[in-house]
């Protein structure tokens, strides 16, 4: 299995480029089945997510090309089959939104539960009751979701007790084929929302809204094949401007756009960065010789503070001159790098939802251990500041959602690598 190497100390300057969002792309190619004609993807990252959503899409009746670099080409013509086993969805959650797709586009659908995950419970009912008063039928048994529409889904008011990225995707996805007008209230907004919608208007779904709080949507008979633009990356582009206000010294973001981390460019501010802002680009620059200022901290929906931003910018507190509070109200268990930090040196306390870190003058490399995607890079920030060597072990996670991240940061001046320690890595989690 890999394991990620990395040597600290060293400023990071340079230029790292943003690929398109993990968080996007997986929405969209699950969208993807619901035209018969080809959906090509750009800007599409290469991770263990989308491979392993293709995998399944494949098992669906779906061609997956991915022969050219950045480019997803991705063909239903028919469905041959409607199931997503426990095995596909367990290696990763996201599947589970092939459900909607599927009831649309064919009236059934058997997808498993995805069960709990490291972060928290992450029950599915909003999606569930969304597509309920679509008019499926939904069964719950055996661990799997068995849903039947045949005589087609129809247009529905959705009043979303609180704000749930996901459930608000399937219910865009499941309503753009539906017979008349369904209204989602209290939906999300995050970026990647208003991308899902783009694409669907292109197919020639009739969405408006997307961004607000209300989205309207006027179900059509059918969507047409098209090539789109994925989104890029805020929580890449989060995590490395992060990396370079905690290691010190100039990075350039590239191919992202800064207006979808409005929440966390006066943060790093206040931590003691220079943050230059422009279309496309975010240049973030900080003294490598002075501590980072503590500033609290509390995730919220878009466009508040994003969950997955709150590991790497926690890695940064650990070295903050003063105490930071870290506040998380997405997530019921999403504190579980704390314990790897202290590992490192980090003075965390946590209780319940709120951490308060103490920051110190220094961590100190040592083994540690991935557990989900995001705690994984606020490991591997860490390493960058920390004197001597981190060990970081269950690199699967990061290669969920990270596309090429030790070639981007050594690309800007660490000492990072990835060492095969023998095993086939083939150890797996869904998240
Ligand atoms: C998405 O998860 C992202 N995943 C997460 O990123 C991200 O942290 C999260 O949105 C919040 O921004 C993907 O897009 C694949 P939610 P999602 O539904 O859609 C509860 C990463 O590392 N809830 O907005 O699952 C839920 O348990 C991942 O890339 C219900 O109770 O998040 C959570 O507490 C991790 N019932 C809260 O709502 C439901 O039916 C918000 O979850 C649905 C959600």
Redesign the pocket.
């Known amino acids: 299995m890999d394991s990620i190497r990395i040597t600290g100390g060293r400023a990071l300057s340079g230029a790292i480029p943003i690929s398109g969002a993990?968080?996007?792309a997986?929405?969209l190619m699950a969208a993807a089945l619901l035209t018969d004609e080809k959906v090509v993807l750009t800007n599409t990252p290469r991770l263990r997510?989308t491979r392993l959503l293709g995998e399944l899409l494949v098992d669906l009746g779906m061609s997956v090309d991915d022969g050219t670099p950045g480019a997803l080409t991705l063909h239903a013509p028919e469905i041959t089959s409607t199931i997503a086993p426990y095995d596909r969805v367990r290696k990763m959650?996201?599947t589970f939104?092939v459900l909607g797709p599927l009831l649309a586009r064919v009236g059934r659908a058997e997808v498993s539960l995805p069960g709990g995950?490291a972060?928290?419970?992450?029950?599915?009912?909003?999606?569930?009751?969304a597509l309920t008063r679509m008019g499926a039928a939904i069964e719950l048994s055996q661990g799997y979701v068995r849903a039947f529409a045949p005589a087609g889904l129809r247009g529905a008011q959705v009043n979303f007790p609180?704000?749930?990225?996901?459930?608000?995707?399937h219910s865009m996805m499941a309503a753009a084929l539906a017979k008349g007008e369904t209204v989602l209230e209290n939906a999300?907004r995050?970026p990647?929302i208003g991308d899902l919608a783009d694409f669907l208007n292109s197919m020639g779904a009739k969405i408006e809204g997307a961004g607000t709080p209300t989205i309207r949507i006027q179900g059509v008979e059918r969507l047409s094949g098209i090539t789109h633009a994925v989104v890029p990356d805020r929580?890449e582009a989060g995590a490395y401007a992060i990396a370079a206000a905690t290691a010190g010294g100039e990075v350039t973001l590239t191919g992202m756009n800064p207006a979808h981390l409005s929440a966390l460019w006066p943060l790093l501010r206040q931590a003691g960065a220079d943050v230059t802002l422009a279309d496309t680009t975010a240049t973030i620059a900080r003294d490598p010789a002075a501590r980072p200022q503590a500033v609290d901290l509390e995730t919220q929906?878009?466009p508040g503070f994003?969950?997955?931003l709150q590991a790497p910018f926690m890695a940064m507190m650990c070295i903050a001159d003063g105490a930071s509070i870290v506040r998380e109200t997405?997530?019921?268990n999403?504190f579980m790098h704390a314990s790897e930090l202290m590992r490192m040196g980090a003075r965390i306390d946590v209780k319940g939802r709120e951490a308060v870190v103490r920051g110190v003058a220094t961590l100190r490399g040592a083994p540690v251990m991935a557990t989900?995607?995001?705690a994984s890079v606020s490991l591997v920030i860490a390493g960058l500041a920390a004197e001597g060597e981190t060990q970081i072990s269950r690199v699967y996670h990061l290669d969920?959602?990270f596309e090429r991240l030790e070639e981007k940061l050594s690309g800007a001046g660490a000492a990072i690598r990835r060492v095969n320690d023998g095993g086939d890595g083939s150890e797996e989690a869904a998240?």
């Open positions: 993990k968080n996007s997986i929405k997510d959650r996201a939104n995950c972060i928290g419970a992450r029950p599915v009912d909003l999606h569930l009751d609180f704000v749930s990225v996901g459930a608000t995707e999300a995050e990647e929580i929906p878009y994003p969950t997955d997405i997530f019921e999403r989900d995607l995001r969920r959602g998240a």
